[in-house]
């Protein structure tokens, strides 16, 4: 395979390219999927071939194609050095930083290979969940109105060399597991609930999740919102966040603002721009002790990664640090057009997509409190636990969380759940309200957007809860 690659990479040199580097992966993924508690598909799909990406005269250009021998891989090389010729007149001058690259092994071994898990297992383990669930409401007066259950098993190898000496051998395997719960009651309507679990392992991972205790729990509290929750009047209020809804946070107020590429103006026709300004200068929003960091090396973490996909060793990125925006997310592109060394954050979801400014785990750093003290804190005010929706604007500056799991805070103490209260606020004060942080990390997974072709690639979202003094909380509709 690197024979066939390095051929292709120098037939690019030899083409007059300044820079080229191949790539080929291959990408399995198992999925098994239970739907109102009936099996409603399993599937299993295969999909590998080879990249070419190039720079020529200020141009970069990407091509990619499957089942190519030798000489299939020598025309595809030249396929992508015409491309970049024929991008000259943009008169671009891109080019490649001077990040030290890796001649690098990524092999992570799982515990419990997917083989050795048969599919009647998976589907037990689903459909037992879905019991679990369903008999959850219906002890609370409720009925599991809709779930719909997936697991997802991945495993991604890749072999890929740069002209610069970069060489990467990876293969890692991915768990996944998305569950939409909605519990319904005649007299009360209904709550609704995404669960996303993620993790880099084998089905060593799925077995910690306990997904009958789980989705058993889940339901029970959907069905106490249902049932219990009270209405919530608009005013300011003392707020404590949950890790899942500051996870959220981070990544889409801290994260995407932080890609260099939005900040460069590719993304802006694609995923949109960012309301950071002056190439990345530090911008204060939060107080000393609120640090935001993206780390695609935490063990067993959805998003990760030792090195990226232009060979650049991945490190823990500070993204807000001591309160103030500092580090943006870097390519090796982005990172010599301003100046600067990628920080290794080059990914790629598939072989026939190129890689682009991407996060990894996005999260809130803790720090010294313990929740009772969060609340301790409290007068009046509420403890948004999950979120029902959100959204964000494309600048990543307005944004709208409504809570699904909410308690009202009285004197320090919880004193009931409240219906739908929503939190609309702009970054800069959102950061800015954050007056104490916990000390209890918690994640979740996602699969974030981005690019053209769309990207969906695995990433972790976390913190400790946090707590925000004097915002204004929208009432339950």
């Not at 063990?299 to 996909?309: A, N, V």
Request: some cysteine; overall charge negative; glycine content about 10%.
């Amino acid at each position: 395979m690197e024979d066939l690659l390095r051929s292709a990479m120098e037939h690019a040199l030899s083409l007059g390219a300044e820079y080229a580097e191949a790539r080929h992966q291959s990408d399995v993924s198992e999925r098994t999927v239970v739907k109102n508690g009936a099996p409603e598909v399993s599937s299993v799909e295969s999909r590998s071939g080879f990249s070419l990406r190039v720079v020529k005269r200020g141009c970069m250009a990407f091509a990619a194609g499957n089942g190519l021998d030798a000489a299939g891989l020598r025309g595809l090389a030249a396929k992508a050095v015409r491309a970049a010729d024929a991008s000259g007149a943009l008169k671009t001058e891109l080019r490649m930083d001077g990040s030290p690259v890796c001649d690098a092994k990524d092999v992570l071994a799982p515990r419990v290979p997917f083989a050795d898990v048969p599919l009647q297992e998976r589907t037990s383990l689903l459909l037992e969940s879905h019991r679990r669930a369903a008999d959850s409401a219906a002890a609370a007066g409720c009925r599991l109105a809709g779930a719909f259950m997936s697991l997802g098993l991945l495993r991604t190898e890749k072999t890929i060399i740069n002209s610069d000496g970069g060489r990467l051998l990876s293969s890692i395997p991915r768990a996944s597991m998305n569950a939409f719960l909605t519990v319904f009651s005649p007299e009360r309507g209904a709550v609704q609930r995404h669960i996303s679990k993620g993790s880099a392992s084998g089905w060593e991972g799925v077995e910690s999740w306990a997904l009958e205790e789980s989705m058993a729990e889940e339901a029970a509290t959907l069905a106490k919102v249902v049932n219990e929750a009270s209405p919530l009047s608009a005013g300011r209020k003392d707020l404590v966040l949950g890790p899942e809804i500051i996870g959220l946070v981070a990544h889409e107020s801290a994260g995407h603002p932080s890609e260099a590429d939005r900040l460069l103006g590719r993304e802006a026709a694609q995923a949109g721009e960012t309301f950071l300004s002056e190439r990345g200068a530090p911008r204060r929003v939060g107080r000393p002790m609120l640090n935001v960091v993206d780390d695609p090396t935490l063990p067993g973490s959805f998003g990760r990664y030792l090195y990226d996909d232009e060979c650049v060793a991945a490190r823990r990125r500070y993204l807000i640090r001591g309160g103030e925006f500092d580090e943006l997310l870097h390519d090796r592109s982005s990172a010599a057009a301003m100046g600067t060394l990628s920080n290794g954050s080059s990914r790629s979801l598939r072989y026939d997509v190129e890689p682009i400014v991407r996060m990894a785990n996005t999260f809130v750093e803790p720090g010294d409190h313990s929740l009772e003290e969060l609340l301790e804190g409290v007068k009046d005010g509420i403890y948004m636990r999950s979120f029902m929706e959100w959204n964000i604007d494309d600048r990543r500056y307005n944004q709208r969380y409504v809570g699904l799991e909410c308690h009202r805070i009285a004197d320090g103490e919880l004193a009931g759940l409240l219906r739908g209260p929503a939190l609309e606020i702009s970054t800069p004060a959102l950061w800015s309200s954050i007056d104490a942080i916990g000390r209890d990390l918690e994640f979740s997974a996602a699969l974030c957007g981005k690019g053209e072709p769309m990207q969906g690639i695995p990433v972790w979202t976390g913190g400790p809860p946090v707590r925000l003094r004097g915002v204004h909380m929208g009432g339950s509709a």
